[in-house]
T-cell receptor
């Protein structure tokens, strides 16, 4: 079935460092791809999305490009801030028998001053 | 605008006891989801409602779990009897309609953390 794999955490970075969180997927057809973020004490929220191959999603300085050839959707940010400390979930919108969002295991990011 | 509201935030019970979680979605959202999130893992869908109808409950353990969404608004998820392995966070989410899985526009509550002793 459809699934998402992402790099294990926790990831600890210094402020202003470059961030990459790897994500790969397995799916039937061409799913939509998402990154969700969960800040401490809050619910998950959509960070960015891409709905077709070669699309680039971006928000709050984060970017991810839908790569069909490598079935990947890596999350990047050029300069992280302490406020980016959170858990990041890669996810796909499955188009199999029932439309549903399938999540990866999450990657915890801590940014230290 | 109010977000998705869940209660209780925390619940501690002994095994074999019943427990219920409540969810109030964003006003006007027709689709409601219950997800299970185990420690260190991503959310897994338990059940999805389109208005009052459960359209995907394939992952709901029906021997002990039940859910309802009366009048197509609030929803309740029940476990009876609870087992040790049910300790987890139960997340509720809502979206405008069934296209939520394609747009990613799911809005999550803060979750209900269950501990079964």
């Amino acid at each position: 079935g459809d699934s998402v794999t992402q790099m294990e955490g926790p990831v600890t970075l210094s402020e202003e460092a470059f961030l990459t969180i790897n994500c790969t997927y397995t799916a039937t057809g061409y799913p939509s791809l998402f990154w969700y973020v969960q800040y401490p004490g809050e619910g998950l929220q959509l960070l960015l999305k891409a709905t077709k191959a070669d699309d680039k999603g971006s928000n709050k300085g984060f970017e991810a490009t839908y790569r069909k050839e490598t079935t990947s959707f890596h999350l990047e940010k050029g300069s992280v801030q302490v406020s980016d400390s959170a858990v990041y979930f890669c996810a796909l919108g499955s188009k199999t028998s029932y439309d549903k969002v399938i999540f990866g295991p999450g990657t915890s990011l801590s940014v230290i001053p | 605008e109010a977000g998705v509201v869940q209660s209780p935030r925390y619940k501690i019970i002994e095994k074999k006891q019943p427990v219920a979680f409540w969810c109030n979605p964003i006003s006007g959202h027709n689709t409601l989801y219950w997800y299970l999130q185990n420690l260190g893992q991503g959310p897994e869908l338990l059940i999805r409602y389109e208005n009052e109808e459960a359209v995907d409950d394939s992952q709901l353990p029906k021997d002990r779990f039940s859910a309802e969404r009366l009048k197509g608004v609030d929803s309740t998820l029940k476990i009876q009897p609870a087992e040790l392995g049910d300790s987890a966070v139960y997340l509720c989410a809502s979206s405008l309609d069934f296209t939520g899985a394609r747009t990613g526009e799911l809005f999550f509550g803060e979750g209900s953390r269950l501990t079964v002793l």
